[in-house]
């Protein structure tokens, strides 16, 4: 089975720049969340997704936006870009009900220069 | 809000050296507690978890128990290899049907021959 795919690996921006970046869930799991992780900051909770909804959002300016498909994979997008940025921000994935486990991918390195 | 708070690290260690490292959290209700794993260059991998005061999880050597007294979820293993060389992160989520993770700052452990 495969995991969690997030696309790009790597990317490189310049502050006022917009960007998206992609994940794909683990086959059959309906809930998506996203992180982001920084050396200052640790990992912080951006947004979860079910069924195409946005069910928790965490403490980010509006720059910071998501979606979820019908399909489950979700997109994350941040406008105007800032330095502060810079970060990996990861995708998690998880089946609907069940255990309380977390599946997440290696992440897409997000430069802004 | 929850928080979470672990020793920074990073800590060294011999191989077969017995590892402690501590977590205490601060949170409302009966969270669900976690201990994830992140090697170089991945994503976090659940290591594992307790979900009630008094459990006990355990994964690979590694084990960690629920203490709601001293609201504590501090992880150890008896002996230490190489192969454990990587970032431990000490994690919450409220429960309640939330799977919103508020993290630790991340103990880096390098471990020796």
């Known amino acids: 089975k495969a995991g969690v795919t997030q696309t790009p690996r790597y990317l490189i921006k310049t502050r006022g720049q917009q960007v998206t970046l992609s994940c794909s869930p683990i086959?059959?799991?309906?809930?998506v969340s996203w992180y982001q992780q920084t050396p200052g900051q640790g990992l912080q909770f951006l947004f979860e997704y079910f069924s195409e909804t946005q069910r928790n959002k965490g403490n980010f300016p509006g720059r910071f936006s998501g979606r979820q498909f019908s399909n489950s994979r979700s997109e994350m997008n941040v406008s105007t870009l800032e330095l502060g940025d810079s970060a990996l921000y990861l995708c998690a994935s998880k089946r609907a009900g069940g255990e309380e486990k977390l599946f997440f991918g290696s992440g897409t390195q997000l430069s802004v220069l | 809000g929850d928080s979470v708070t672990q020793m920074e690290g990073p800590v060294t260690l011999s191989e077969e050296a017995f590892l402690t490292i501590n977590c205490t959290y601060t949170?409302?209700?009966?969270?669900?507690l976690f201990w994830y794993v992140q090697y170089p260059g991945e994503g976090l991998q659940l290591l594992l978890k307790?979900?009630?005061?008094?459990d006990k999880g355990s994964n690979k050597g590694f084990e960690a128990t629920y203490r709601k007294e001293t609201t504590s979820f501090h992880l150890e293993k008896g002996s230490v290899q190489v192969s454990d060389s990587a970032v431990y992160f000490c994690?919450?989520?409220?429960?309640?049907?939330?799977?919103?993770?508020?993290f630790g700052k991340g103990t880096k452990l390098s471990v020796i021959p």
């Open positions: 994690a919450l989520s409220p429960g309640a049907g939330s799977y919103q993770l508020t």
């Open positions: 086959s059959g799991h309906r809930s």
């Open positions: 307790a979900t009630k005061a008094d």
């Open positions: 949170a409302t209700g009966y969270p669900s």
